[in-house]
């Protein structure tokens, strides 16, 4: 099915622990993007890169920070995760303009 | 900020019935995208419809959008239960500001057999 994934799948964590949500994908695509979604609520743009080397912060404010070392990788990184990052957190990936996006699984987090 | 409101926000039918729904948006976009989203996870892309289009068809869904309205909808033919899932519009402004599709909260369709 996908060519993106997440890992992990769940994770449940204690407050003020460091975490790295993984995100791989082998399409080649420059494009990536990080969104993070409430149960049934919007997605919302929180970091997007165009290649190597590049990352935007998205509309979202984000405590979080992403990097871009290498095409096929986008990780996501908590410092220190507080209970207000509770949240799912999804990846995708597009060829480029006027294409659409290839999503991860997506990783469900639980800050306790 | 939101860009894509769906509605409605949910929609029970029959199995075999057709389900309509409708996508408003503010600004001006480069092209409008529908996804489903099942069960709490990742978006699979259904159809991609650009600015100067009107009309798309992908298998049993139908989709159209009024760029003078600012609104967009999606038609699914003969449901199945297995088409039972969130979809949700998404907006391509084509640059200025963040780059990234915006998306709508979702209308949640159940299909009952």
């Known amino acids: 099915e996908a060519d993106i994934y997440q890992t992990p799948r769940y994770l449940v964590i204690g407050t003020g622990k460091k975490i790295t949500l993984e995100c791989s994908q082998t399409?080649?695509?420059?494009?990536m993007y990080w969104y993070q979604q409430d149960p049934g609520m919007e997605l919302h743009l929180i970091h997007y890169s165009y290649g190597v080397n590049s990352t935007e912060k998205g509309d979202l404010s984000s405590e979080s920070t992403v990097s871009r070392i290498r095409t096929e990788h986008f990780p996501l990184t908590l410092e220190s995760a507080r209970p207000s990052h509770t949240s799912q957190y999804l990846c995708?990936?597009?060829?480029?303009?006027?294409?659409?996006?290839?999503f991860g699984s997506g990783t469900r987090l639980t800050v306790v | 900020s939101q860009q894509g409101e769906e509605d409605p926000q949910a929609l029970s039918i029959q199995e075999g019935e057709n389900a309509t729904m409708n996508c408003s948006y503010k600004t001006s976009i480069n092209n409008l995208q529908w996804y489903r989203q099942n069960s709490g996870r990742g978006l699979v892309h259904l159809i991609l419809i650009r600015s100067n289009e009107r009309e798309k068809h992908s298998g049993r869904l139908r989709v159209t959008l009024d760029t003078s309205k600012k609104s967009s909808s999606l038609l699914i033919t003969a449901s199945r239960a297995a088409d039972t899932a969130s979809y949700f519009c998404?907006?391509?402004?084509?640059?200025?500001?963040?780059?990234?599709?915006?998306f709508g909260k979702g209308t949640h369709l159940i299909i009952q057999p």
């Open positions: 998404a907006t391509d402004s084509g640059g200025g500001g963040a780059d990234g599709l915006t």
């Open positions: 399409m080649g695509h420059d494009k």
């Open positions: 995708a990936s597009s060829e480029g303009d006027n294409y659409g996006y290839t």
